[in-house]
């Protein structure tokens, strides 16, 4: 099971950090994914990471404001999120999938099999 934490109500402009915690299973043989859903439109990949430091992926559209990292003492991924936009208003989600130590991680959500329930992020003022 995965749980997500840390959305809310932020203005543009604005950060949050996201946290994926994972329970029942460890983390380290995982590549994790960040996807978002807004309403009406598709879940689209955000940014993953494989298990392997420095293995990142991000969608062009988060580049440069979007961090990915891992903390596997703490079981946990997070996405800090900076300079949000009002486009980056949906519920995110994270995902896992158990992969080979030195493959890239992907921004397909096909390629996930184990999904946490979301956490909404709104960006308005």
């Known amino acids: 099971q995965l749980v997500e934490s840390g959305g809310g109500l932020v203005q543009p402009g604005g950060s949050l950090r996201l946290s994926c915690a994972a329970s029942?299973?460890?983390?380290?043989?995982?590549?994790i994914g960040w996807f978002r859903q807004a309403p009406g439109k598709e879940r689209e990949g955000v940014s993953c990471?494989?298990?392997?430091?420095?293995?990142?992926s991000y969608a062009d559209s988060v580049k440069g404001r979007f961090t990915i990292s891992r903390d596997n003492a703490k079981n946990t991924v997070y996405l800090q999120m900076n300079s949000l936009k009002t486009e980056d208003t949906a519920v995110y989600y994270c995902?896992?999938?158990?992969?080979?130590?030195?493959?890239?991680?992907?921004?397909?959500?096909?390629?996930?099999?184990?999904w946490g329930q979301g956490t909404q992020v709104t960006v308005s003022s």
């Open positions: 995902a896992a999938i158990r992969q080979g130590l030195f493959r890239l991680c992907a921004l397909s959500p096909k390629e996930y099999d184990t």
């Open positions: 990471i494989g298990r392997k430091d420095g293995s990142t």
């Open positions: 029942r299973f460890t983390l380290d043989y995982y590549a």
